[in-house]
C-alpha cells in the first residue's frame, strides 16, 4: 500500500510541476520528461490530474489505516519522500 500511495504522489507531483511553465522547461532537460510533455494535455486539465492523483492518495492512506491520525502522518511522510525524489532526480541533471 505504501508503494502504491507513493507512486500516486509521484505522479500527481509530476503533473503540477509539468503543468507550469517554470518547472516544464527544467524538465525539458530530461528526454524522458520531454517525452511526456508532448502527450500531456493542456496545463490546467494536466493539473486537474495532478490534484486528483494527489486526493487518490490521500483517500487511499485513509482507507488503509483505520487511525486517522496516524495515516495522516504517513501520507505526509511518504509526500516528504515523493517530494524528495523529485529534487533529487532534478538536481542530477546536467
Known amino acids: ?24 522547461k527544467q524538465a ?3 528526454r524522458i520528461l520531454t517525452q511526456v510533455l508532448r502527450v500531456l494535455p493542456s496545463s490546467l486539465f494536466t493539473k486537474l490530474i495532478g490534484w486528483m492523483l494527489l486526493i487518490a492518495s490521500l483517500c487511499l492512506a485513509m482507507a488503509s489505516i483505520e487511525i486517522t491520525s496516524i ?6 511522510c511518504t509526500l ?4 524528495l525524489s523529485i529534487a533529487l532526480y532534478f538536481s542530477s541533471l546536467p
Open 28 to 30: 525539458g532537460n530530461s
Open 1 to 24: 500500500m505504501i508503494t502504491l500511495v507513493f507512486l500516486l504522489q509521484l505522479l500527481g507531483f509530476l503533473c503540477l510541476m509539468l503543468a507550469m511553465n517554470k518547472h516544464a
Open 71 to 76: 495515516a495522516m502522518v504517513w501520507w505526509c
Open 80 to 83: 516528504s519522500a515523493a517530494l
